[in-house]
């Protein structure tokens, strides 16, 4: 056996298209697992919690790596319970913890006890968890917390920096990793803000997070050319991720490739319509997605998981989310689903895929846009859907259905 034989194969998320499992090597994991030692200040002391599932890197590379590497206890238990959360952390003793996608939202949802900082916790790590999120995990169980970017393909490395602005995932880790616009190959410009933190050059600042030097970290997707040859292009690992840089340097998530949604001409970003939705403190997780229009092009539409969809005030939701100053007009979803338990990939990433398959074709309740000006929501019924299908074939735009 030597570094470069198979270890694993991790999973990806599966979020927008077919899982797929990505090599890992004996080498890869010994140099990831001390490197996340030294990063996170793991040491034999720590009891760690895994809540996370052992086939995403999540919980292999940032907590049962490291772990090994140190010699640390390690507490597994077989899902992650928002509720089971604290009693575990308590019985155990845990130190550390990992999460991935929704996980810290639906741990936030759960009732607050005067108690909750009293836990054994001293940090966390994880990725995708809204700042919101983040600073009221802090404030309710007095427990440092590291937000990260990362890919079970290995590329794409960006590392933590002290001076960071909110939002932002850190800095390139060397110059090899940059935001690049895929037509032209060349470099984004730096983004330019408005005074509530939105892009105003999306079309030119935003691109795909590449690393130049990334095939020396990826080994490759298993027994899969065709997606390996998506990954690896003009000698270039392109993640898969869109970013864009600010004028200091510092790196911002933008989602996924397919997460750009565009309406009437304009790209928007699917990822900050779904921070505006999170921030409301009824829902619970979220996903916006395009589908199509029956005239032209794409609409924003929306899927709210809250604990009680027969009490939603949609009334309410809409004048929220018409006071939210870093939501555009146009972002402003012209669909809202609104669901009690949305379908989560098994890493609790939300599933947009089948949400996007679905559109309004559901028996959860639909709200449509509805006048002109000021939004209003009004919910679907069976006629109303029917309605729109047929709107679709009058401007032969069935195909989209």
């Not at 845990?94 to 005067?114: I, N």
């Not at 900082?117 to 169980?141: H, K, M």
């Not at 996924?256 to 505006?276: F, K, M, Y």
Request: negative net charge; hydrophobic residues 40%.
């Amino acid at each position: 056996m030597t570094e470069d034989s198979l270890m694993l194969l991790l999973f990806t998320s599966g979020t927008t298209g077919a899982s797929k499992a990505v090599i890992c090597s004996q080498g890869r994991l010994a140099r990831i697992a001390y490197a996340a030692a030294e990063k996170f200040g793991h040491v034999r002391e720590d009891v760690e919690y895994c809540c996370m599932p052992l086939f995403h890197g999540n919980a292999i590379m940032a907590l049962w790596a490291p772990a090994l590497s140190v010699g640390a206890t390690v507490c597994l238990t077989p899902s992650f319970s928002a509720s089971g959360f604290l009693p575990d952390v308590r019985y155990f003793g845990a130190t550390f913890f990992t999460y991935v996608g929704k996980a810290l939202g639906y741990l936030m949802a759960t009732p607050e006890r005067p108690d909750d900082a009293d836990n054994p916790l001293v940090r966390g790590f994880g990725t995708e968890a809204s700042p919101d999120d983040q600073n009221e995990f802090r404030r309710r169980f007095d427990a440092e917390l590291f937000e990260g970017y990362g890919s079970s393909e290995g590329g794409g490395a960006v590392v933590l920096a002290p001076d960071m602005p909110p939002g932002a995932l850190g800095r390139p880790a060397h110059d090899g990793v940059a935001i690049i616009d895929p037509e032209s190959l060349k470099d984004c410009v730096p983004a330019v803000f408005d005074q509530h933190g939105r892009v105003l050059n999306p079309d030119d600042a935003v691109g795909e997070i590449v690393d130049k030097f990334g095939t020396r970290t990826f080994e490759g997707y298993y027994k899969n050319d065709e997606a390996n040859a998506e990954r690896i292009r003009n000698g270039w690992y392109w993640t898969g991720d869109l970013g864009y840089l600010d004028e200091q340097g510092f790196i911002y998530f933008a989602g996924r490739r397919g997460d750009w949604i565009r309406v009437d001409g304009e790209n928007t970003s699917a990822l900050n319509i779904e921070r505006v939705l999170r921030r409301h403190p009824e829902v619970v997780a979220a996903g916006a997605y395009a589908v199509p229009d029956p005239r032209s092009g794409d609409q924003v539409m929306a899927a709210i998981e809250v604990a009680d969809p027969d009490g939603f005030d949609a009334a309410a939701f809409v004048s929220y989310l018409s006071s939210q100053e870093d939501l555009g007009a146009k972002a402003i979803p012209r669909f809202l689903r609104v669901s009690k338990n949305l379908p989560v990939t098994g890493s609790n990433k939300v599933l947009k895929r089948q949400l996007q398959k679905e559109r309004w074709r559901t028996d959860e309740v639909v709200y449509r846009w509805a006048g002109r000006g000021e939004p209003v929501y009004r919910a679907m019924g069976d006629d109303d859907k029917k309605s729109l299908d047929d709107e679709f074939a009058k401007y032969g735009r069935q195909r989209y259905l």
